[in-house]
């Protein structure tokens, strides 16, 4: 069974820095991707970045680009969210998903960007 727990987040000033977590368990992390999403308030949830299976490629929402940085650690099955250069349009909850099983969504990391 997929798990994914999130955790890192928490209240910044604009232009600060965070580092979120993803750990996973269930199965074999390393042979499948894993995305970060988040979902502000009254938003639907979208799409901020995502990683392969052996880190070789990233891709990034265009909101985040130069700002965001995902990368993995396969022998402690953990993705971070290295995120830089904050935004209040930042602000949102901020969860992990992997292509193992799309279904599979932990409680999600708040981020909250404000002075």
């Known amino acids: 069974q997929v798990q994914l727990v999130e955790s890192g987040g928490g209240l910044v000033q604009p232009g600060g820095s965070l580092r979120l977590s993803c750990a996973a368990s269930?199965?074999?992390?390393?042979?499948?991707?894993v995305s970060w999403y988040r979902q502000a308030p009254g938003k639907e949830r979208e799409l901020v970045a995502a990683?392969?299976?052996?880190?070789?490629?990233?891709r990034y929402a265009d909101s985040v680009k130069g700002r965001f940085t995902i990368s993995r650690d396969n022998a402690k099955n953990t993705v971070y969210l290295q995120m830089n250069s904050l935004k209040p349009e930042d602000t949102a909850v901020y969860y992990c998903?992997?292509?193992?099983?799309?279904?599979?969504w932990g409680l999600g990391t708040q981020v909250t960007v404000s002075s």
């Open positions: 998903n992997t292509t193992r099983d799309r279904r599979a």
């Open positions: 990683i392969t299976g052996g880190g070789g490629t990233t």
């Open positions: 269930g199965f074999t992390f390393s042979g499948y991707a």
